[in-house]
């Protein structure tokens, strides 16, 4: 089985730096798609980034970028010139990519705050 | 207007009442899903349903069942709430045609006294 492994439950960073979210997982399989969600105060799910496991280059979606080792089952979320809007919790989420498979597998998440 | 509806938001109710939580798109996906998200375990999936006539179990489906009316809506039924069912409850969307991702709706927060 598929497992996903968070091991910060909670992250802060000053205001404007730039902060790294640990996200390690277990799979056997070669396809499959990453995920990282946010999930501010409001407590509404939103997907921050995704990675597709044949692409060799690092996803980037403005701020944030992922740092993908696939060799060691790694995957990362950077946040740069953090934001007050950054504070949430993030979640970290796996899934094969085989057709008919849809089941996200999560993290336990990493509370990130941001010190003004 | 929001992509992904749910009802109701907030709801509190009591051990052994059965209780209905509904879930709404207009993304046009046709896949849906129920996932409980409780403190320190992240969200697990209870439900999926790949179109109306497709139902399948996720990995804590007892003590839950779902129905999907058609192919904007999706509801997840406690037949006899119990305390340990409290917790939030996020249905998502996605969409065979388009990209794996899924899109989540605003959640609901249910409470079983």
């Known amino acids: 089985a598929q497992t996903v492994t968070q091991s910060q439950p909670e992250m802060s960073v000053q205001e404007a730096e730039t902060v790294t979210l640990s996200c390690t997982y277990d799979?056997?399989?070669?396809?499959?798609?990453l995920f990282w969600y946010k999930q501010p105060p409001s407590r509404q799910m939103i997907l921050v980034i995704r990675?597709?496991?044949?692409?060799?280059q690092n996803a980037t979606e403005n701020r944030f970028s992922v740092n993908f080792q696939k060799a060691a089952k790694s995957f990362s979320l950077k946040i740069s010139d953090s934001q007050l809007g950054d504070a949430a919790m993030y979640f970290c989420?796996?899934?094969?990519?085989?057709?008919?498979?849809?089941?996200?597998?999560f993290g336990t998440g990493t509370r990130l705050t941001i010190i003004p | 207007d929001a992509d992904v509806t749910q009802t109701p938001r907030n709801r509190i109710t009591k051990t052994g009442k059965r209780i209905m939580l509904e879930c709404s798109q207009t993304?046009?996906?046709?896949?849906m899903y129920w996932y409980r998200q409780d403190p320190g375990l992240g969200l697990r999936l209870i439900y999926y349903?790949?179109?109306?006539?497709?139902?399948n179990k996720g990995e804590i489906s007892d003590g839950y069942s779902v129905s999907r009316q058609a192919q904007a809506k999706f509801s997840l039924s406690l037949e006899s709430a119990i305390p340990n069912q409290t917790a939030l409850y996020f249905c998502?969307?996605?969409?065979?045609?388009?990209?794996?991702?899924?899109?989540f709706g605003p959640g609901t927060r249910l409470t079983v006294l």
């Open positions: 998502a969307t996605s969409d065979l045609r388009g990209t794996d991702t899924q899109y």
């Open positions: 990675q597709e496991a044949y692409k060799q």
């Open positions: 799979t056997s399989e070669s396809d499959y798609y």
């Open positions: 349903s790949f179109d109306v006539k497709d139902i």
């Open positions: 993304k046009g996906h046709d896949r």
């Open positions: 989420a796996y899934r094969r990519g085989n057709f008919g498979n849809e089941k996200l597998t």
